[in-house]
């Protein structure tokens, strides 16, 4: 398994994209303020004693917080050397789209390390598209899936390629919806999300990776950016 070598960027240099208190540096962070229902983001699991991996970790709130509740984690997520499955209008993705992304995958990375010197965190992580995660890091007890399939091509090989590494309970938080909607069309054009799917559709999938157990939670999270409450499930699957 190869870990990414420690960063130390200047603030400025960061992009926080969950809000969280860091010690010397008080409150930062824009879109999303999961701290005072995070227990419920995270489906009520105890995490102590456990290895986890925080799929899609960004400025690493959640991978952070699964340490404080005694894990040994790994935030795993694309850096800047990788490219977003951004929708590909007019049949290919747009160079300057990709390029943005890449500054703002630079950007999050950077404030994941400056959270973790903050924090004092002894998180690892490892960097890589998701679809490869099986092949960059060894199995763990519990893989942590926050908000980040709705932003893929192809969730279901995600899921699989997540489950292969997936020994014991595997986490999906996702909005809440009552059917399918695919997010793609050409008026406004978003460029990051593709699939928004009720938690049985995902439970469906987990089945055939070998998951048997499963419990759903509703909650709403605040998304700061907006000052909106949002209806969010988290999916709990077991083994």
């Known amino acids: 398994m190869e870990f990414a070598p ?3 960027p200047r603030l400025e240099e960061c992009y926080f994209y969950h809000r969280m208190d860091l010690p010397g540096h008080g409150t930062v962070g824009s879109e999303w ?3 005072d229902q995070v227990d419920e983001y995270l489906g009520h699991v105890d995490f102590s004693g456990k290895t ?11 991978c952070f917080e699964m340490e ?3 894990a040994q984690v790994i935030g795993y997520d694309l850096s800047d050397a990788f490219d977003w499955d951004v929708v590909p209008y007019d049949g290919k993705p747009q160079r300057e789209v990709i390029e943005r992304t890449r500054t703002h995958l630079k950007f999050i990375n950077n404030a994941w390390w400056f959270a973790h010197k903050a924090l004092g965190s002894r998180a690892r992580a490892v960097y890589g598209p998701v679809y490869e995660i099986d092949r960059r890091i060894e199995p763990v007890d519990i893989a942590v899936c926050g908000s980040i399939l709705l932003h893929l ?5 995600a899921l699989e390629r997540i489950a292969a590494v997936c020994r014991e309970t ?3 938080a996702e909005r809440d919806v009552d059917r399918p909607i695919f997010i793609p069309e050409p ?3 978003p460029m990051d999300t593709w699939w928004l799917y009720p938690a049985g559709y995902y ?4 089945k055939i990776f070998g998951f048997r157990q499963f419990n759903v939670i509703q909650h709403r999270q605040q998304h700061a950016e907006s000052g909106q409450q949002l209806d969010l499930y988290t999916l709990t699957a077991r083994r």
């Open 52 to 62: 986890a991996v925080d799929v899609g970790t960004a400025s690493g709130f959640l």
């Open 203 to 206: 439970e469906a999938i987990l």
């Open 68 to 70: 404080k509740r005694g």
């Open 33 to 35: 303020d999961l701290r």
């Open 6 to 8: 420690a960063r130390d």
């Open 170 to 172: 595997l986490i999906i």
């Open 187 to 189: 008026e406004r054009r």
């Open 153 to 157: 091509r192809d969730p279901v090989l």
